[in-house]
């Protein structure tokens, strides 16, 4: 997703807010249009959408893709109240490296999406100072739609006998 600004006139503090916020969210292009002072600013972000389970909490939450585990984990912290380094996520099964990024770690916009979210493992540290064993408790399954609410055809009508 590109957002494209088109300023015709543009003061330097202004410059140095976008030039900020764009260095924290993707990419920046700076195009001098006909030697006009006309920028085009294409400020590329993604966010990648990931459920994260332990035990039977579920967090839905979204994080731009290029920030990194631990940044994550401030996410989770401010939630669960857990500090970072007592936390451990999983992704795929296998531990998820703190200084790694989340598109270094396989999740990207691409994977991770609102409708489909990336499924990450949480644990936390016990009293003994281990982490605790994986566990994610899966969802129960709704009970099977009645006749009447299967048929959608009919438009109301009766079912045929």
Do not use: H
């Amino acid at each position: 997703m590109a957002v494209n600004y088109k300023v015709l006139a543009i003061n330097f503090r202004l410059f140095d807010l976008v030039l900020s916020k764009s260095l924290y969210c993707g990419k920046l292009t700076i195009n001098k249009i006909r030697n006009q002072n006309i920028f085009s600013f294409n400020l590329k972000w993604f966010d990648a959408f990931m459920m994260i389970q332990r035990k039977k909490l579920t967090i839905f939450t979204d994080a731009k893709d290029n920030i990194s585990v631990n940044e994550l984990k401030k996410i989770i912290g401010c939630i669960i109240k857990v500090a970072p380094a007592n936390q451990q996520l999983y992704y795929k099964d296998e531990i998820m490296d703190e200084s790694k990024t989340l598109t270094e770690c396989g999740l990207n916009s691409s994977i991770a999406k609102a409708q489909s979210p990336a499924t990450i493992g949480l644990a936390v540290r016990m009293e003994n100072g281990e982490f605790e064993q994986l566990e994610m408790v899966p969802y129960s399954l709704p009970p099977e739609l009645p006749y009447v609410m299967k048929n959608q055809e009919t438009n109301g009508q009766e079912p045929p006998m």
